[in-house]
């Protein structure tokens, strides 16, 4: 493995007893650009999700509290909750929407942590 540059000094997820608490993903392509067209951010923020979901032998279906973070919520929330829904099936986790003014990357509409549980 490559030692990749962190200059936020942050992990994608964190593994302590029972849960993975995943940190804010926003919806930056592979290639870390942002997608002009919000459905592809939103795709976009669940599938890295969905990423460090997998690399802790975790599904969805362990996500026990989400949080995301929106610009112009009113704008987008439908599209965005239409999105979720394909990786988010019941039981539902917790999940606060919270619009904001703004977010650390530049052109990011939304930014979706996470809180995952291992099954005992």
């Not at 030692?3 to 302590?16: A, C, E, F, I, T």
């Not at 002009?36 to 795709?43: L, N, S, Y």
């Not at 986790?93 to 291992?118: K, M, Q, Y």
Request: hydrophobic content about 40%; aromatic content about 8%.
């Amino acid at each position: 493995m490559v030692d990749q540059p962190n200059p936020l000094k942050m992990s994608p997820g964190v593994v302590s007893g029972d849960h993975l608490f995943i940190t804010g993903m926003t919806g930056s392509a592979a290639d870390g650009s942002m997608p002009a067209d919000p459905k592809t951010q939103f795709q976009c923020a669940f599938d890295k999700l969905d990423a460090v979901l997998k690399a802790a032998d975790l599904t969805f279906a362990g996500v026990v509290e989400m949080t995301s973070y929106h610009i112009d919520i009113k704008s987008h929330f439908d599209l965005f909750a239409q999105v979720r829904s394909q990786f988010v099936k019941e039981p539902y986790p917790a999940w606060t929407a919270i619009g904001v003014a703004e977010l650390r990357r530049d052109g990011a509409l939304v930014e979706i942590s996470a809180t995952a549980r291992r099954k005992s």
